[in-house]
């Protein structure tokens, strides 16, 4: 799996960079994309398909009623369209691996693949790769992609995509766009008010969680913690009801997590480009690339379908995510919305003051 | 050079392939999204959580209410012992005429008048009876008035919690449900509209075809 995963990272990295740009080797020779699938593919069944007719119209089929003949003659019809169908299709899936986000833990050949069919540098007949569609005699057809990066030939048939389209499952599977979701989740779990959400179905600038969550002092006014700023100042800031908030937003997280959960393969792909590490967007931008499972990595071929053990612990690495990357600022360091408990004061008085009152409450 | 020579044959077929493979992509995505929303409604209505009623626990207390005069004692003891003492000093006088030989008429006064002071006794108890029964009466008036007053509490209290439960029930996550649901419709008609794109590309490209055909004649 590491290997895999390596060899996809370094195609991933190798079609991201310029580096190819300056590889002497690489510019002053001549790159040739010619693969010309179709016309390959082709080339000889305009003479099968003529002796196919031939045999038909002057009575020398193999059986009388030319049974072998008219399905080899209905196959080359319908093949066109077959391969078209089917080149789109593979393209669909394997274009997923040029997403920002696409999870490195699929196999390395569908990036190779990609980057073949796309043309793109370093993959092409004069640096050692071919492709092939072939048409079978059962109607069906294959791709085969061979060359450096496969080490064994890939081969694809197109029965098999079909069934694996059908089914609404994926060759290389697509990972969600969990900023997306997450962004949109904010709004959803019911602790900002309705006039917080911008048109765009995000929350506006300066939204705050609403004061049914702020702790607040027996007799109604707010109950901030101080903070030091420095210099001797300090400023006051909202505290909040975690245990509240936590409890409001579960059901609408748990919700979000079923929505992912249908599809397990996407599960696995959020799960290794963003959960299992639990770093932030922010984070991911700074790096290189982003982070991934790595080791803790869940695999396609071994990890699906999901164990119950796998979903308890999804759910709660989803949860705790969303919890430190998006919501946590909103219950971070929030200034009074009072105006006069917002400004910075002295810190020293305000210890004074606090010590006084306390005396003066509790009749010291 | 670019993906055309990749798969060969003319232009307008290979953006017809890139077309319906775009479109094909879409559609998958759509079909995803709304199988996602799907599960998520259904978690969402399945997991609703159950509305509290906060009046739930209001029981009537008019069980407690009791009329504290129902039962109250006529002070008859205090009665007996006049009784008594009237009685001992009637025997007592008794014993003290016959000694000192006094006429029948003084004894017949003195009866007369243990008689009287039994009858005042007597009035006394009939008076603490009436005493009695009026309270009684009137606390049966207010305890009446308790227990209707609690049961009254009851049905409001009742009433509030009902109207409290449907309004949360409507307001809370329904409007989640809606917006989930709203937004698997619009990943439905997204995947019908993609499907349409993809057929669309497919049937721009039958007319390429002819370009596949042909290479199949010319060979």
Redesign the interface.
Known sequence: MENNLNRNLFLQQFNESDAIAYNQGFTSST?D????????A??????V?AKLKLAIDSNKCQDEACTLELAEIKH?QEA??L???F??????EL??TDDPNFDPNNNFKYTAANS????KPGFSKSDGYN?YLDLLPNGAQQIVFIGPAFEEPLVINNTALNAL?ES?T?LVA?T?DINKDMLRLLT?V?VFSADMIGENGELSAGAKITEEYVIMNPDGSFDYEIIDIGNGKGRNILKYDLDKIEKKVT??I???V??????EQ?AVAAWNVYISRGTSVEEDDQMAQNANAGSSSWSYTEDLPLTQDKKVLFEKKYKEYFMNNYLKQFTTNQLPTVQADAAVFDLAEAKRAKAQKFIDDNNL | ???G?????GSS?IG???A???A??AA??A??EK??????????ER?R?EVINPYGDVESLSGMISNPFANLGVATKAAEIKIEEADVSLANTLDTMRATGASAGGATALAQAALRSKKGVAASIEQQEKSNQDKAAAGEQRAQQQRIAEEQRIQQAQAMGKQFVFGATES??QQ?ID??YSEMMGAAQAQAQAKAD?TG??TG?FGS?AS??G?????
Not at chain 1, 33 to 40: G, H, K, M, P, V
Not at chain 2, 35 to 44: F, M, N, V, W, Y
């Open positions: 790159s994309y010619n693969f010309r699938l179709l016309e390959n082709y080339r000889n069944t305009g003479r398909y080359l066109p369209q391969s078209l169908d080149l789109s299709s593979l393209l669909a274009s997923t073949v069919m796309t043309a492709v389209n609404n994926s697509p969600p959803e019911g059901p609408f748990n919700a979000e079923a929505g992912l959960l249908s599809s996407d | 050079m670019g993906p020579a990749v798969i060969g044959l077929l017809g392939v890139f319906a493979s775009s094909k992509k998958a995505r079909a995803a199988a996602r929303l799907g599960a998520k409604l259904s978690s969402l997991n959580q809370r996550e989640q917006r989930t993809q590309a497919i490209m075809m596949i055909g290479g199949m004649l010319n060979a």
